[in-house]
């Protein structure tokens, strides 16, 4: 999953007025005489610079394999997507034909009935091919709304050079977390974590380590607000009250990035969608100093969320077979294969994992076990609204605005206003 790439770095790759245009008039019928033809509008949501070359690349591949049909690539930016496709499909004009999903938008899509339903379609192949809980994300009473892309999970990312010079070893729990982050503050001056604090999925591996979760979709009870939540807010408090991380309330990706890029922090926690990236600092010029290991464990568990991307097709699109074969196509083992070797993503069939580009990727390698053991958010359409209320008591705790008891108990309040008949 990845998440909260400033709109500010993005906004000169935005056209979508002239350019995101699934359902109108140029889109065309899709088939001539049994032949693909016509235009797929894909919105893609990964990172530019890095991600959106590679997906773009494969893309044009499917253009070759279908040379009547036009594929329409915008990217948009990922903090900005869910609402402006929300709001094209609601007015029914400027929708892509298909659209790169963070997981937990998909459920929500499908109940507002945004999304063409995938089963029995072109889109849809080789089911069993997908990991079990890559699949579950695309699922929706009874219905499969999307194809899995990619999935990943969180690790600490290390600057091995600075855990060299300071002596320490990765923290395996929180309280390591503290005690390797003052050995590195007193031997090299450097801050041991960019805690990023604009984007509570970053809260998250936090608030599992203390066996607490948002909500327990099975009993429609808000959970948040129990002492497992509270502790994981005074867990990330403590971290920067007692100097172990530093934090931001704005532009907490580009903070992040650029302070462990060049060397400012020794630690950040991040995701495979961040490795192609990461790698551009000046501190990785040598790849091997880039070190990823799991999630320092809280006081009762170890544990971080599961992310990724599913390709969905608009319901509205008026090139719903050329969608399904380009949805197809992108999901595909080849195509999975090689975001593997040149992004270092994790697939989402089991049988890409086998393909050498996977198997030489030592990033693939390392968070496949984390991935399997992630902790699966609720697939329930408002899983992707849960973060606003979140992150706005989160940033607070960070910056000394309000205490964790009282951010624990207005994110469940603003939960139960949501989540009706919720306990």
């Known amino acids: 999953m990845r998440r909260g790439i400033t709109a500010t770095a993005l906004v000169a790759t935005l056209a979508l007025a002239a350019t995101a245009c699934g359902g109108d008039e140029e889109t065309g019928e899709g088939k001539s005489s049994g032949e693909l033809s016509g235009t797929v509008t894909w919105w893609d949501t990964s990172t530019v610079g890095s991600e959106d070359k590679v997906f773009k690349k494969i893309a044009e591949g499917f253009e070759k394999e279908h040379p009547k049909v036009d594929v329409k690539y915008v990217n948009v930016p990922f903090g900005e997507a869910q609402n402006k496709f929300k709001n094209a499909a609601q007015s029914g004009s400027g929708a892509p034909d298909v659209i790169r999903s963070e997981v937990a938008w998909t459920p929500e899509f499908a109940d507002l009935g945004y999304l063409a339903p995938l089963d029995g379609t072109a889109a849809l192949k080789d089911q069993g091919d997908f990991l079990e809980q890559a699949a579950a994300s695309t699922k ?131 995701g495979p969608w961040a490795v192609a990236d990461t790698l551009t600092g000046k501190e990785f010029t040598d790849k091997a100093n880039l070190g990823i290991a799991p999630v320092p464990a809280g006081s009762a568990a170890q544990g971080a969320p599961q992310g990724g991307h599913n390709l969905a097709v608009y319901a509205g699109s008026k090139n719903l077979d050329a969608s399904y074969a380009f949805v197809d196509y992108m999901t595909s083992v080849q195509s999975q294969a090689q975001t593997a070797g040149e992004l270092n993503l994790l697939p989402t069939r089991t049988s890409a994992y086998a ?28 899983t ?19 205490t964790p008891e009282k951010a624990a108990s207005a994110t469940g309040d603003s939960y139960r206003k949501l989540l009706k008949g919720w306990k």
């Open 355 to 382: 393909k050498q580009e996977a198997v030489d990727s030592e990033i693939v390698q390392f968070f496949k076990p984390v991935v399997e053991t992630a902790v699966e958010r609720p697939w329930i359409p408002e």
């Open 140 to 270: 929706y009473k009874d219905k499969t709304y999307a194809v899995p892309q990619v999935i990943d999970s969180m690790g600490i990312f290390y600057n091995k050079k600075i855990f060299a010079d300071a002596g320490v070893e990765v923290p395996k729990t929180i309280a390591d977390l503290k005690t390797v982050s003052e050995k590195i503050k007193k031997k090299t001056g450097k801050t041991g974590l960019y805690l990023r604090g604009d984007d509570a999925y970053w809260f998250l591996s936090f608030l599992y380590g203390e066996g607490g979760d948002l909500v327990d979709a099975k009993s429609k009870t808000v959970t948040v607000d129990k002492p497992e939540g509270v502790k994981a807010f005074e867990t990330v408090k403590d971290l920067v009250d007692s100097g172990a991380a530093k934090t931001d309330a704005t532009d907490g990706w580009e903070n992040m990035q650029s302070s462990f890029k060049d060397g400012k922090v020794a630690m950040m926690i991040n």
């Open 384 to 402: 992707g609204s849960l973060f606003a209320p979140l992150v706005t008591e989160y940033t607070k705790v960070l910056t000394g605005q309000t």
